[in-house]
């Protein structure tokens, strides 16, 4: 009876340890097949042998604090062999207005479309001027604003190759209301990411007049830029930097009856070797002797006009010009924009001439030219100092 107690016993254990997934130790039967009274405790109960169900070493994850994910410091630091410039202070973009002499208005000169003083009417002490419509608009309403808008973002920098954007606003608009919060032209260029700033003078206050004032003067545009530069440098905390901003290359932005200014600062400006770009929106009603001119003479920069069905027939006719000079013209803002470009593009119907500074062949046209200047390959030279083909 007792030797067949133990028998089964035996077998419960062997039955126990096949169920954890261990075959039986021959010793631990061996030791349970022995008489209970001789049996201890430690061969009655042998501790199970489990390490075969856990993963080895190798195999296990390993474990992990917070601490070892904390970035680590470089074993060394480099020494640079280049002096290093003083930090740049912070600050938050600029967008001010500033009075400037050489502004485009007050103009007490001549029109040289017709070589008769620009102020051709009067009543009293009164003076003024009749538009090309008939229309007359007086000097102390319309044409007594000498005030530019200045933008600065944020990231510019002096010390870095940049570029000056000339804004040219067109027919009824002013500073405020227009160009800085419809058309976002501040906006744009900080949104470019270039290293730009904006000089936008107002032209005619909010009237149906394209006249260009001091911009008509032979060195009208290099008065403007060289004043220009001194607000810049001091604006920007450096007065050091005029003589940069004195020589930073320039993009002309001419939208609607802003061509007429951009036209004759290209003609007689002064420093058209400045002049990197053109981009005029929606704005070709004339004066394509003087674009095609400057296209000719400056092979280093670009030249882009985007049109709605308004101006498409000046714009047809500056292409045919272009030809046959032997310039290449492009009629695709999606190919890439190189020194030299020469770009016509004609909008989609339902783009609006109201809203084209922020909506013609793409969504902040200013912006995307800027953007596609700076990845031109070859580069269009943005550098200080660079100079073109002219001097006129």
Sequence with gaps: ?????????????????????????????????APAQELTFDQRFPAPEFSDRFPSARESFSLHTPSDFAPKPPPYQVASLEPLAPARPQREDLTILVSMKTSAFPYFGNNPASDAPFLNVSSGERRGH?????????????YNDSRVLVHVPEQFDARKPGVIVVF?????????RDVRDRQLVPQQITGSGVNAVLLAPQMAVD???????????????????DEAAGNLARLTGDPASAKAFASMPIV??????????????????????????VVLLDAVYGQL?????WIERNRSGFFISS??????????ELMAMLRNRGIEVSEDMDRPLRPGSVVFVETEDGITHRDYVT???????????????????????IAAGAQGTSSR
């Design 168 to 176: 040219f606003h067109g027919n009824g608009a002013t500073l405020e």
């Design 307 to 316: 049109y709605t069905r308004y101006t498409a027939r000046h714009d047809q």
């Design 130 to 142: 009749r538009s090309f419509s008939g229309r007359v608009y007086w000097q102390d309403q319309t």
């Design 1 to 33: 009876m007792q030797r067949a107690a133990c028998g089964l016993a035996a077998a419960a254990l062997s039955l126990a340890l096949a169920q954890c997934g261990q075959a039986p130790n021959p010793a631990s039967l061996a030791a349970n097949a």
């Design 359 to 381: 909506q013609a062949w793409t969504r902040h046209p200013i912006q995307d030219v800027l953007t596609k200047m700076a990845a031109a390959q070859p580069p269009i030279r």
């Design 207 to 225: 009237a149906a007049d394209s006249s260009a004032g001091k911009f008509w003067q032979p060195g009208g545009l290099k008065r403007f830029m």
């Design 252 to 277: 002309i932005v001419g939208y609607s009856g802003g061509f007429l200014p951009t036209a004759w600062s290209l003609e007689v400006g002064g420093i058209s070797e400045r002049v990197r770009g």
């Design 289 to 293: 002797d003087k674009f095609a001119n």
